[in-house]
């Protein structure tokens, strides 16, 4: 049974959208295999975070992609925030802003 991709909202997915080409097609790929056979790929395609935070890590020739997302029952994978990444560590502030995200997802299913 494949996996449903879905996102936390429209601007998520054209913040995804507008990414250079090729980290988009690597996410894609990413996505797809997700889709296909659950979200947990492993290193180097996804990592846990904590409290059921996840994310992808997409590269392309441009530089670096990340998108955090959850699972949800039903097999739902949702996609919460991306962004391009332009140093080693991942901003406090991407990380605000998934998590955030996070839990009015999980709140809004109970």
Not at 21 to 42: S, Y
Not at 91 to 100: F, H, K, T, V
Request: proline share 4%; aromatic share 10%; net charge positive.
């Amino acid at each position: 049974m494949n996996y449903k991709l879905e996102y936390y909202n429209s601007s998520v997915q054209a913040v995804l959208n507008a990414w250079p080409v090729g980290i988009r097609a690597n996410f894609r790929g990413i996505t797809i295999r997700m889709i296909e056979h659950g979200p947990h790929l492993g290193f180097p395609h996804t990592r846990a975070m904590s409290d059921g935070l996840f994310e992808i890590r997409a590269k392309g020739v441009e530089g670096i992609g990340r998108a955090f997302f959850c699972m949800l029952v039903e097999r739902r994978i949702v996609i919460l925030h991306s962004f391009i990444k332009k140093t080693d560590k991942t901003p406090q502030r991407e990380l605000n802003i998934a998590r955030a995200r996070l839990q009015e997802v999980k709140n809004a299913t109970r």
